[in-house]
């Protein structure tokens, strides 16, 4: 932790700066979560990264996935041009790659030999992964009634699975209080910002196609990959890359959606079961940064119903050959609202990221 470090830590809600650390979560002054701030200003040639080399140690050949045009439901939502950023196609079948690359060679520069961590799957997976690449011991608190091809998934790597009975916000409590007793280095995606800097190369990849984007619909539970999205698009328009930034907009389930609550005001919904499991969170840390990240770029959020995820991640497969788990077309389900509602135009050009493999889960949900 040397002062000659070009990056450091600021709390996300009053800016108060701190060392940056992977040990460290929480500021002291609001008890939020912290973001990283860069010294040198942005170069755009690749997303800066907190990092001492400024790149990865530990890679599997995350990122840099593939851009298709979905052509038959781009018609029969009557958008001129909708493509699907196959973000699934990751090493472990999930955009979360991409943040536990970095998280995972943080943690090795740091020292770390094993830690914990806690997951609705394809987090625990991934960061399994990539501890299992660099010789570290995991241990992964998952909810009990996760999908089995996720929980085999995490148990093949070698990591050790925690399942915990329970909603999602029960695996946390377990896993902080497991970390605490064991003097374990809690390293939460969610709450390490280390992880949502992997995000930002999701921006640049797609800073890099044809033609601009205009909208981006997203799946949010924590919310991630929006805030790491917004981050990397904001480096980029920081270097002079970048003319606009496309709308964010934020999706959630009926079931489970303080997002919505926070963006468009109104009580908060009772939370319900859904089976959008990995956007099924009840009090995501880093709410204040997507609802800004939302409003800064001009998008919105919507809710949607389980039957319209259903229907639409069989759509999706039937019609252009994509299996993507319940979760992930939860975004099809909120586009479709969009276009219905006006807020998303025949002539806009959409993009949707397709953030998770239909081959862990089961089909029923
Ligand atoms: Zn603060």
Same mark, same amino acid.
């Given at each position: 932790m040397s002062e000659a470090r070009a990056f450091s830590f600021r709390c996300i809600r009053c800016g108060a700066g701190a060392p940056a650390s992977v040990f460290n979560l929480f500021s002291k002054c609001c008890q939020l979560?912290?973001?990283?701030?860069?010294?040198?200003?942005?170069?755009?040639?690749?997303?800066?990264?907190?990092?001492?080399?400024?790149?990865?140690?530990?890679?599997?050949?995350?990122?840099?996935?593939?851009?298709?045009?979905?052509?038959?439901?781009?018609?029969?939502l009557g958008l001129g041009k909708l493509w699907a950023k196959l973000e699934y196609q990751a090493p472990t079948g999930s955009f979360k790659d991409r943040g536990s690359a970095v998280l995972v060679s943080a943690a090795v520069e740091a020292g770390v030999r094993e830690f914990v961590e806690d997951s609705s799957g394809n987090a625990g997976a991934s960061l399994s992964a990539y501890a299992a690449a660099a010789g570290l011991k995991a241990h992964v608190f998952v909810p009990a009634s996760a999908a089995r091809g996720k929980l085999d998934q995490i148990a093949v790597f070698g990591a050790t699975l925690h399942p915990v009975e329970g909603p999602r916000q029960a %695996?946390?409590?377990?896993?902080?209080r497991f970390a605490e007793a064991e003097r374990l280095p809690y390293l939460s995606h969610n709450l390490s910002p280390y992880f949502g800097e992997g995000m930002k190369g999701f921006a640049f990849e797609i800073a890099e196609l044809p033609g601009p984007i205009d909208q981006i619909l997203f799946p949010v539970g924590n919310g991630?990959?929006?805030?790491?999205? %917004?981050?990397?698009?904001?480096?980029?328009?920081?270097?002079?890359?970048?003319?606009?930034?496309?709308?964010?907009?934020?999706?959630?389930?009926?079931?489970?959606?303080?997002?919505?609550?926070?963006?468009?005001?109104?009580?908060?919904?009772?939370?319900?079961?859904?089976?959008?499991?990995?956007?099924?969170?009840?009090?995501?840390?880093?709410?204040?940064?997507?609802?800004?990240?939302?409003?800064?770029?001009?998008?919105t959020g919507v809710a949607v119903a389980d039957g319209a995820i259903l229907e639409w991640r069989r759509r999706l497969a039937a019609t252009e050959g994509i299996f993507c788990e319940a979760t992930s077309a939860a975004a099809l389900a909120g586009l479709e609202q969009l276009v219905r509602n006006g807020h998303i135009g025949p002539s806009d050009r959409v993009l949707l990221p397709i953030t998770g493999s239909g081959l862990k889960e089961p089909l029923g949900g």
């Open positions: 979560p912290f973001e990283i701030e860069y010294r040198d200003p942005a170069a755009a040639a690749s997303p800066r990264l907190p990092l001492n080399r400024g790149h990865v140690s530990v890679s599997l050949g995350e990122g840099n996935t593939p851009v298709i045009e979905l052509k038959k439901i781009g018609a029969l %695996a946390t409590d377990a896993a902080r991630s990959l929006l805030v790491g999205a %917004a981050r990397g698009f904001g480096e980029l328009t920081e270097a002079g890359k970048l003319a606009r930034i496309p709308q964010l907009h934020a999706v959630q389930a009926e079931g489970v959606r303080p997002l919505l609550a926070l963006l468009l005001g109104g009580p908060a919904a009772e939370i319900r079961p859904t089976v959008a499991s990995g956007i099924a969170v009840s009090n995501p840390p880093r709410a204040s940064q997507v609802v800004a990240a939302v409003r800064r770029t001009g998008g």
